[in-house]
């Protein structure tokens, strides 16, 4: 069975650190490009940062600086070390993969909440 599961999340203050972690299981990862999206009540998801199987990355704007995105290939995990956290951080957040030859992000894992309180 395919699965992604994150970890880390939880309740922080502003200016405090967290780790995400993805871990995913059922098949090797190492080729898929991976990506840490979020909901935030009554928004829509988006993308925050994602890594592709080249190692390039990409950030959103309001998190370049302070979030950085990572994998391990060899264990198939996916890293998202939020630093500088701010209340507007606050969200579920969603591990994704994106297969090979797929044109969108087609495997998703349950989500995770992150709250910031200032």
């Known amino acids: 069975q395919v699965q992604l599961v994150e970890s880390g999340g939880g309740l922080v203050q502003a200016g405090d650190s967290l780790r995400l972690t993805c871990a995913a299981s059922?098949?090797?990862?190492?080729?898929?490009?991976m990506a840490w999206f979020r909901q935030a009540p009554g928004n829509e998801r988006e993308i925050v940062a994602s890594i592709r199987r080249s190692g390039g990355t990409y950030y959103t704007d309001s998190v370049k600086g302070r979030f950085s995105i990572s994998r391990n290939r060899y264990q198939n995990v996916v890293y998202l070390q939020m630093n500088s956290l701010k209340p507007e951080d606050t969200a579920d957040y969603f591990c994704?993969?994106?297969?090979?030859?797929?044109?969108?992000?087609?495997?998703w894992g349950q989500g995770i909440r992150v709250t910031v309180t200032s």
């Open positions: 994704a993969a994106q297969q090979v030859g797929s044109p969108k992000y087609n495997l």
């Open positions: 059922g098949r090797t990862f190492s080729d898929h490009a």
